[in-house]
Every structure is written in structure tokens, then in C-alpha cells.
T-cell receptor
Framework: SQQGEEDPQALSIQEGENATMNCSYK?????LQWYRQNSGRGLVHLIL?????REKHSGRLRVTLDTSKKSSSLLITASRAADTASYFC????????????FGSGTQLTVLP | DSGVTQTPKHLITATGQRVTLRCSPR?????VYWYQQSLDQGLQFLIQ???????AKGNILERFSAQQFPDLHSELNLSSLELGDSALYFC??????????????????FGPGTRLLVL
């Protein structure tokens, strides 16, 4: 079953604009990870944020985590056509378990 | 390139058949995870192995089984295949998986996947 729900399901923006995707989850987590998937291909790890962190940056990516609201957001700044892909959040539960539970994904289209 | 390899890339077979998917983790990674991605179920965790031993089970059907060998590569066996088994099967690896509380983060690196089509 899906732990997380991404919002929106699809997002279309112009090149140069910022893209924000949100993820909500249900249970307590150890960490939350964001992945990118180009159509029908493998998942590329983007960023990991721990449950005790509130914000993290990596290049043009900014991730926030609010454990009280069980939500996270991924911001991509100055988007490029090459950012067109599906973006998934994935949570690793607390305790010793390490398997990821994925959200349903946001399909981002960046128009040139 | 994540360093995780999967073979074959594509597999077409008939209902009732059995197939084996293979995964080689990144060098040094002890944990291997298998995931299934389908249009109706999304990405779902199937099973995890750590250093040769089964560590966690998810939504894996009884018709499916997996193992991790001493050289740490893993195989996912799918038998009595049904049309609904058509999906992308991903393998991922990570450095640990023991639940060591001193290891707070666990990045999983995914392979390119095997696309299975059951006709």
C-alpha cells in the first residue's frame, strides 16, 4: 500500500520557473527520500532528509520536512527541460526496518 | 549510473511460466531490496536481504521468491506467472540494513530495472 501521497499528481511549468511538490505520509519515519524517474527508467536518488532535520539543500533542490504534519516538500528552482520526470517521495519507517514506502508520484513537465 | 546492475532489461514470457531476475548490488553494499512498479499498484516493496539473509518482507506473493548469494548478488524468482505480474521490477542496494541506531540514514541506489511482460 502507498504510505505517501504526492501533490499535485501532475505539474506543468515553463523553463526557469520553480516547481514545488508536496508529500504526505502516515506513520513515523526514520528518514524521507526523494527520487526522480524518467519515463520507464530507473529511479535516481535526489536527496535524503532525516527525521530530526527540517530543511536540506542540494544544488537546485530544497527539501523541507515537517514531522508534526507528516509532510515534506521538494522545491526545484530555475527548472530546466531536463527536469521533466516523475518525482517520488519515499519513507523509511522508524525502528530497524529500512525498506522504502513510496508515494504515488508527481509528474513534472518543464516546457522549453 | 547507480552501480547497481540488473539483468535482463526486458523479458517477455507466457502465463504459467517461471522467470529469474538477477541483481548485482553496488560494490560493498550488503543489503539488497526488490521492488515492483506497476500502473495500478505503483512502487511496492517486495523483499529485502542483508548479507545473505532475508531481513524484511513486503507485498510479495507466495509464487515469488528471492535469495542472496555469498557474492551478494540476488535473484528474484517469479513462477506461475499471471498477466497481472507484468511490471517493472527494480533492485536497490544500500550499505547497511541492520537497523544500527548509529546509522541514521540509508540511501538506496536503484538499478535500471527489468521490464517483465506476461502474455
Amino acid at each position: 500500500s502507498q504510505q505517501g501521497e504526492e501533490d499535485p499528481q501532475a505539474l506543468s511549468i515553463q523553463e526557469g520557473e520553480n516547481a514545488t511538490m508536496n508529500c504526505s505520509y502516515k506513520t513515523s519515519i526514520n528518514n524521507l527520500q526523494w527520487y526522480r524517474q524518467n519515463s520507464g527508467r530507473g529511479l535516481v536518488h535526489l536527496i535524503l532528509i532525516r527525521s530530526n532535520e527540517r530543511e536540506k539543500h542540494s544544488g537546485r533542490l530544497r527539501v523541507t520536512l515537517d514531522t508534526s504534519k507528516k509532510s515534506s516538500s521538494l522545491l526545484i528552482t530555475a527548472s530546466r527541460a531536463a527536469d521533466t520526470a516523475s518525482y517520488f517521495c519515499a519513507t523509511a519507517p522508524g525502528g530497524s526496518a529500512r525498506q522504502l514506502t513510496f508515494g504515488s508520484g508527481t509528474q513534472l513537465t518543464v516546457l522549453p | 549510473d547507480s552501480g547497481v546492475t540488473q539483468t535482463p532489461k526486458h523479458l517477455i514470457t507466457a502465463t504459467g511460466q517461471r522467470v529469474t531476475l538477477r541483481c548485482s548490488p553496488r560494490s560493498g553494499d550488503l543489503s539488497v531490496y526488490w521492488y515492483q512498479q506497476s500502473l495500478d499498484q505503483g512502487l511496492q516493496f517486495l523483499i529485502q536481504y542483508y548479507n545473505g539473509e532475508e531481513r524484511a518482507k513486503g507485498n510479495i506473493l507466495e509464487r515469488f521468491s528471492a535469495q542472496q548469494f555469498p557474492d551478494l548478488h540476488s535473484e528474484l524468482n517469479l513462477s506461475s506467472l499471471e498477466l497481472g505480474d507484468s511490471a517493472l521490477y527494480f533492485c536497490a542496494s544500500s550499505a547497511t540494513g541492520t537497523g544500527n541506531p548509529r546509522v541514521a540514514q540509508e540511501t538506496q541506489y536503484f538499478g535500471p530495472g527489468t521490464r517483465l511482460l506476461v502474455l
